[in-house]
């Protein structure tokens, strides 16, 4: 190893004193080391050294203290020096003209409501306006919690709509503070309100959440309907149709006490608790004819326009389909060796299993014409292709053209199903709208594997795994899980009284029958027998295979 010349160590002493000499840059260093440490009292010893050598203090600086002052803020044996200290170090940012950035103003509204200031922390918040800094969720959440736990409701409310102003989105913590806040006060369409919030922004609820939803449904407050009561039966239906199942907005329905219940739900998607049939969620019609536009779109900005207008005039005068097809996906999967190339039996087992599987209704395959041209020059293959053009089965995209883009359009535009194992990742990313295409992917997305030969496929879930609203007004609640077992889940079963087969007792599952004990009412457990099971499900057919909805009236 070589040793140091004597300019190298000359240098290096030479930075190391300019260094030490640099009462900013010392103290700094010092500084982020309390901070690292969480030794606020050193860090106010340094802060006092700072003033009395009149060291020259930056934003960072000033940041790091009230972080930390923030920090200890909510400490019994530390709060009054972390509130003392925390207000003084703002003020002598202020005051020596330092502009507090959104770190600034989120460890300030911690220290104000750390001494139960909500208002204060909410002024801090809209100051930011004036330095031209946007805030965070971050920054709203000491006054929205604040105000949320001193059941200063309408207070709570202003600030959600600051929040909304600002463009940001509520997540589950804070939605579940508006809808307590709520509860509390006895505000039950708020109550309703939040709860919608919450099935549009968790797929599952915290046990937090679950305790402030359960404490609700069993209070006095929560047992008269609203508006919603009074909605035809029908139409409540036909809106939960149009919305993609899951959920009417309409407002409470029915009159009375609820039964509140935990329970799992089998893998067909029933309730063990009420026996009430989950929906698989959609993506509503307004979505859904976004998603289609976008899609077309995007692909006449790659393909060429006149082919892909073609093909959506052809899809509009043959919209029965009920699957589509990725002809490649499947012809080419697992054909990486090398007497591999394209199966062609792998494709017609897809198309005669879609095609049992819908009431004898031949799916749609999308294929490229260089393929399709390749397959009728072999004279092994030729007949059964020519088989699939007279039944109307191929579309086949021109060349030059990416057939994902048709495929995918004619699934999203016919809302059917989609056969294929693309992860459609690379779409992801470019269409408008993306948010709800993974809860697309999830009730239309049909995956296949073949094991030594023989087909099998992955259809999309029997129900999906999100809030529930349902035309009767009772409301299914996931709660987070462990487990990787869907049927392990606990979901909170809300119902009203009749709407559900005993008298309101809360449901647990062990093994194969439902276990059943109260939370909102005493009753005594009882077993759910399995001939009792069996004759509750002699009903529950398998419904068609297709995830297709059918056109809505206005």
């Known amino acids: 190893m070589a040793t140091p010349t004597h300019h190298q160590n000359s240098t290096n002493l030479t930075k190391k004193k300019k260094t030490l000499k640099n009462p900013e840059a010392n103290f700094l260093f010092e500084l982020n080391s309390c901070s690292k440490s969480k030794d606020l009292k050193a860090a106010i010893s340094l802060y006092e050294s700072a003033i009395s050598s009149k060291t020259r203090l930056n934003q960072h600086h000033f940041n790091t203290l009230l972080y930390l002052c923030s920090t200890f803020a909510t400490d019994p044996h530390s709060r009054d020096l972390a509130l003392q200290y925390g207000f003084r170090v703002f003020d002598h940012m202020v005051a020596v003209n330092i502009h507090p950035n959104e770190a600034s103003i989120t460890a300030v509204a911690r220290l104000a409501v750390a001494k139960g200031d909500g208002d204060y922390a909410f002024e801090m918040v809209k100051k930011l306006g004036d330095y031209q800094v946007t805030p965070r969720l971050r920054t709203y959440e000491p006054a929205l919690f604040c105000f949320c736990q001193k059941l200063e409701a309408e207070k709570a409310y202003e600030v959600e709509e600051d929040i909304n102003k600002m463009g940001l989105s509520l997540e589950e913590p804070q939605i579940a503070a508006l809808l307590k806040v709520s509860a509390d006060t006895g505000r039950g369409e708020r109550v309703y309100s939040y709860l919608h919030k919450l099935r549009r922004s968790v797929r599952w609820v915290s046990e937090e959440t679950e305790k402030i939803l359960e404490d609700w449904f069993c209070c006095k407050a929560s047992e008269v309907g609203s508006e919603g009561a009074k909605y035809d039966v029908g139409l409540v239906k036909e809106v939960i149709s149009r919305n993609g ?21 089998e893998p067909n998607g029933r309730c063990c608790c009420c ?4 929906d698989c969620v959609d993506i509503d019609d307004e979505e859904t004819e976004k998603f289609a536009f976008s899609v077309a779109g995007l692909a006449m900005e790659r393909e060429v326009k006149a082919n892909f207008r073609e093909f959506q005039d052809w899809l509009e005068k043959n919209a029965n389909y009920e699957a589509i097809v990725d002809g490649a996906n499947i012809g080419l999967y697992q054909q990486n060796f090398a007497e591999g190339g394209f199966s062609l039996l792998q494709l017609d087992a897809v198309i005669k299993e879609m095609y049992t599987r819908s009431g004898n209704k031949w799916p749609l395959v999308i294929l490229h014409k260089k393929r399709v041209r390749a397959l009728l020059e072999n004279p092994s293959s030729r007949k059964l292709v020519e088989d699939w053009m007279d039944k109307g089965v191929l579309y086949t995209t021109p060349h030059g053209s990416n057939d994902d883009w048709y495929w995918l359009y ?59 609203e349902s035309g009767k007004g009772s409301w299914h609640v996931p709660i987070v899980c462990d487990s990787e077992e869907e049927t392990s889940r606990t979901w909170l079963c809300i119902t009203r009284p009749g709407d559900c087969d005993d008298g309101g007792k809360t449901c647990e599952i062990v093994d194969v029958p439902c276990l059943k004990s109260a939370i909102s009412e005493a009753g005594d457990p009882e077993i759910l027998s399995s001939e009792n099971r069996n004759h509750e499900n002699s009903d529950d057919k398998t419904t068609s295979m297709t995830g297709k909805r059918k056109e809505r009236s206005p």
Not at 415 to 436: A, K, P, Q, Y
Request: glycine letters at 10%; hydrophobic letters at 45%; charged letters at 25%.
């Open 245 to 265: 199942g899951g959920w009417h907005g309409f407002g409470w329905i029915g009159e009375g006490k609820w039964v509140v219940r935990k329970g799992n739900v």
């Open 275 to 278: 026996r009430e049939q989950l």
């Open 410 to 468: 004619a699934a999203v535009k016919l809302r059917c199903l989609l056969v294929t194992n693309d992860e459609m990742r690379d779409h992801i990313f470019e269409l408008l709208g993306s948010s709800f295409f993974l809860k697309w992917k999830e009730r239309h997305q049909v995956r296949y594997t073949f094991l030594k030969g023989a087909l099998k496929l992955l259809m999309p879930p029997t129900y999906s795994i999100v809030i529930q």
